[in-house]
């Protein structure tokens, strides 16, 4: 699998080495994990190991660049592995649908987000985006979405992943139980002081409350660079800023050595994830 993932590529052997690409089985996926993400919470490290359990795959180590925090791996499975519960919606036409169809724990099925159902406004951006995915994924029944007019759900699944941000109490918008919101909706105040004030009244002056949520850092928003890479780095003429992740710019990695050319290459994940901390300060040149 090895040969087929990297010769695919043209990513030589020398660099795909010193990167290192580190192979998981089901044999030793949770001792790997645990090694690949020490540092992160026990949390965070047992979402890696779930996923990693379902497919053996590579962890693809990745390297901060000059003047950056260090930088944890992504994980690329054999085959795509399932990171959620699925996604449940619809996009009908008319009024959505009083009663839905259980959802994956077999409980009646409820809107978006209470129950993870969504709705997709048909004829908008996001609709077309979101057909035109189902119609060209093989793993999906539907080759003409667009036609589906009952709730229905897909798999959230995927073969390039990242661990989850670290769990974070966030704290919501200041508010007392005078304002002109809560005056005007009394059930909407019995609600919150039944959920957040345990059902006590108060008088409570201006206050806010706490809640558990992801933190604001994206561990995948970050540059990377390879060993030999960062070598080359004071010598390039050219730097290549690739947006496709490791494999691609390890295949640009690969051309320069080759070609001997004064050049050198660093990377992110994605399209959607160039804008880096250490991309808009210009850190990695320092």
């Known amino acids: 699998m090895s040969d087929k993932v990297r010769t695919s590529r043209g990513i030589s052997k020398a660099v795909w080495d010193k990167r290192p690409y580190t192979r998981w ?69 008319g009024e959505p649908p009083e009663e839905l169809p259980a959802n994956a724990d077999g409980e009646p ?19 077309k985006k979101h057909c035109e995915k189902i119609n060209g994924d093989p793993n999906e029944d539907d080759e003409q979405h667009e036609l589906n007019m009952e709730p229905h759900t897909h798999a959230n699944e995927a073969k390039y992943v990242f661990p989850p941000a670290e769990r974070v109490t966030k704290w919501g918008t200041p508010h007392d139980h005078t304002s002109t919101y809560f005056q005007k909706d009394k059930e909407a105040l019995r609600t919150h002081i039944e959920k957040y004030h345990d059902g006590h009244a108060g008088p409570f002056g201006e206050h806010s409350h706490g809640y558990r949520d992801k933190s604001d850092e994206a561990l995948a928003r970050r540059l990377d660079i390879h060993k030999m890479a960062r070598d080359r780095l004071e010598a390039a003429q050219r730097v290549y800023f690739g947006i496709e992740g490791c494999l ?20 992110v994940p994605s399209v959607s994830l160039w804008a880096t901390p250490q991309s808009r300060t210009g850190l990695w040149r320092s």
């Not at 099925?109 to 609709?127: C, I």
């Not at 691609?248 to 990377?267: G, H």
């Open 109 to 127: 099925g409820e809107w978006y987000p209470d129950g993870g159902w969504r709705v997709f406004k048909r004829g908008t951006e996001a609709w």
């Open 248 to 267: 691609k710019a390890d295949s640009i990695l690969t051309a320069i050595i080759e070609d001997d050319r004064p050049e050198s290459v660093f990377s």
């Open 25 to 93: 089985t089901a044999e030793n996926y949770a001792e790997v994990m645990a090694e690949a993400y020490k540092g992160l919470t026990g949390k965070q490290i047992g979402y890696m190991k779930r996923l990693a359990n379902q497919q053996p795959g590579w962890i693809i180590n990745r390297r901060n660049v000059p003047g950056a925090d260090h930088v944890y791996p992504e994980i690329r499975p054999d085959g795509p592995v399932r990171t959620g519960p699925p996604t449940m919606h619809w996009h009908g036409v």
